[in-house]
């Protein structure tokens, strides 16, 4: 954990509140790797000054060193930290996100988990940001239900984030027109969205399935359980090999036997890693737990 950053920051009062200090841009980039296990790269320095300047009007810190001090030792309110972490981490999603992945998901593993339990699937969505990715596994997992003549009522979908910020919008479920022209196909938007005060609201027929609950990948995810499928997609792109490798290790643990792991298309499995094996299907790439 983080043990030096606080002694090699110092704070000068004179210095611009607006502006960011060599060494306390360091102190948190390795506190956020410490404690988040996020990499901060040298190229990522203005987005870091940018994006703690919008707090500081909100606190009574006056410069951003200020802010990054009273994190590293600890001295800010809970809600500030919280405020710091939602401003930092990046959430960009949209809709049915690698298309060719929830192919895979609609016509190779539902109808094999089908064969078994289907109203009592687990499934988790890592990094889930506002939400999209989870509501479009359960709209899939609807669609099938239906095409099939399954039933579903029991079915456990996890959306977890760092973000408290973005986990409360997941949970309100109401999107903006733009948000859902992103990905969605319009058939999906006239079932399963409302309209909800200049916004779209999703219906609790998909959102049922859904919870959501905050959750640092470097901390433990035993009290989560086991699950059929893990999706995991544009998430580990921002953490070291090491730490990729330590988190891939504990989520291959935490499926099920054959259970499945969804990476982003982009990404590939770190080496020294074991326990799944690459499967290929509608031209993208997925991986299943092996013993």
């Keep these: ?32 790797h410490d404690q988040c296990g996020i990499m901060i790269g040298q190229g990522k320095r203005y987005m870091v000054q940018s ?18 001090h009273g994190l590293i030792t600890n001295t800010l309110p809970v809600k500030t930290k919280t405020r710091i972490i939602d401003a930092i981490t990046t959430n960009e999603t949209y809709w049915f996100r690698d298309g060719r992945q929830f192919e895979v998901l609609a016509k190779v593993i539902f109808p094999e988990l089908a064969t078994h339990p289907f109203n009592a699937l687990r499934i988790w969505s890592a990094g889930c940001s506002h939400g ?26 996890i959306g977890t984030d760092l973000s408290h910020q973005v986990l409360e919008n997941a949970r ?28 779209w609201k999703l219906k609790s027929e998909i959102t049922s399935k859904v919870s959501f609950r905050p ?28 730490v990729k490798l330590h988190i891939l290790n504990r989520m291959i643990a935490s499926l099920k ?17 074991t326990g799944l094996e ?10 299943r737990r092996i013993d």
């Design 278 to 287: 690459t499967l290929q299907a509608h031209g993208t790439r997925y991986y």
């Design 257 to 273: 036997p054959e259970g499945y792991l969804f990476l982003s298309s982009t990404e590939s499995l770190p080496r020294g890693l």
């Design 172 to 199: 309100r479920a109401i999107y903006s027109e733009f948000s859902l022209s992103r990905g969605l196909p319009n058939h999906l938007r006239q079932r399963y969205f409302t309209p909800w005060q200049e916004q």
């Design 132 to 157: 999209q990715e989870p509501y479009s596994i359960s709209m899939a997992a609807q669609e099938f239900a239906q095409t099939q003549g399954v039933r579903c009522p029991n079915m456990q979908i």
């Design 51 to 68: 994006r703690l300047g919008t707090i500081l009007p909100e606190t009574k810190t006056a410069s951003i060193d200020e802010l990054i």
């Design 1 to 32: 954990m983080f043990n030096g950053g606080a002694s090699r920051l110092s704070i000068q009062s004179s210095f611009s509140g607006n502006l960011l200090s060599d060494q306390a841009f360091e102190a948190f980039q390795q506190y956020m």
């Design 215 to 242: 959750l640092n990948l470097l901390s433990s995810f035993s009290l989560l359980g086991k699950f059929d499928i893990i999706f995991c997609r544009n998430v580990l792109i921002y953490f070291s090999s090491e």
